[in-house]
């Protein structure tokens, strides 16, 4: 069943020395239920809009959004949003534990939240660590509680946008691997920003190929690689390689897809 979809999505931006500014033309594709999806694309081509209109945050300019069938006008309850700067996503005055749990404790209440968020942060490999502060912990510890945060509220859908581009290489592996852990356990849907060729055919299913500004769908590419996939492993097989290749040779625009 799909679970996210969009039809023919445009957006413009009103530019005040001109006519509006086009930077994504009817762009259409579904991402099924439980279906790790990517979305590849130049920098500056509208990957981050597109997430944006996907997570309701931002209104087409023309085709809708749907999510479980409904047509979407602001920030659905199935999904939750994971920023690139986790610096800036984090409360600095809450310790961790209570930064996981701000995103439940509306409804459940603090104390229940609270144990919650320690639920959810042995998940991410940070028990423990909840009465830190998030300036107290690497990049990478800070965007495991992003994470945890993002999957306490328990989504159907985890939006991410480029959300291990701030850390560095081996970090990122190590999140990647988490993400891949997470996935697997929790078949959630996702769909993940990502300018990392690499990155995308690790994780996804299919990846979604958008051009340059004004973004078009490009092509839509069928992963294939056996899972359970490890973030070292799955590198070294012929078809990662292969489809490394393609990618960045339509990146590149040397050739299509
Ligand atoms: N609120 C806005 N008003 C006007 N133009 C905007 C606005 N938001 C984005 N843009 C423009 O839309 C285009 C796409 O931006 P977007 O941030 O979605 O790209 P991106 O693919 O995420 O880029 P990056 O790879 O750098 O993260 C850019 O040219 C940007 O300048
Ligand atoms: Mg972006």
Redesign the pocket.
Known sequence: MDFLELEAVT?E???PSGPP?R??DRVSFSVREGEFMAVL????????????MAAGLLPPTSGEVRIAGRRIDGPPPEAVYVF?QYTRSLLPWRNVRDNVAFAVEHRIGRRRARDAAETQLGQVGLSGFGDHFPWQLSGGMQQRVAIARALAAEPAMLLM??PFSAVDALTRLDLQALILDIWTRRRLTVLL?T?DVEEAITLADRIAM?TH?P?TLAGMVEVGLPRPRDPITTRELPRFLELRHQLLGQLLHRHAV
Do not use: W
């Open positions: 957006k931006f009103p530019n500014a930077v994504m694309g130049p920098s500056g081509c509208g990957k981050s809009t597109l997430l944006q690139q946008d480029e920003v300018h958008l500004r973004a």
